[in-house]
């Protein structure tokens, strides 16, 4: 099981998570985080930082979020590791709470 990163982070990228983890299992795209799941080792720690709870336990995640779980396997390939806090996007408290907003991801 890992740690999956959701549609939530979209056009937010709160970097509270990559502060707490052991590992260095976050990559950073240009509006998002992602986890990748072989180097996730499920400590839980960075589920509760995220201030829009944008992680999930691939056990617990959401029927409309499953897709984020190869969507993090693929992007965390292709992006490099973030393993300091940043600060958020500047529109992150304008789009925290805005839903189907896959289309918005930046690649």
Not at 50 to 58: F, G, L, M, Q, T
Not at 67 to 73: E, I, P, Q, T
Request: with cysteine.
């Amino acid at each position: 099981m890992a740690f999956v990163v959701t549609e939530a982070c979209i056009k937010c990228k709160y970097t509270d998570c990559v502060e707490v983890c052991p590992v260095d299992c976050f990559h950073e795209g240009p509006n998002m985080l992602v986890i990748d799941p072989d180097e996730c080792i499920d400590c839980t720690l960075c589920e509760p930082e995220c201030p829009v709870n944008a992680i999930c336990s691939e056990d617990d995640l959401p029927s409309d979020q499953q897709h984020f779980l190869a969507l993090n396997a693929e992007l965390s390939k292709a992006w490099p590791v973030i393993n300091e806090v940043k600060d958020p996007l500047p529109e992150a408290e304008e789009w925290k709470d805005v839903k189907d907003k896959l289309d918005k991801l930046e690649r």
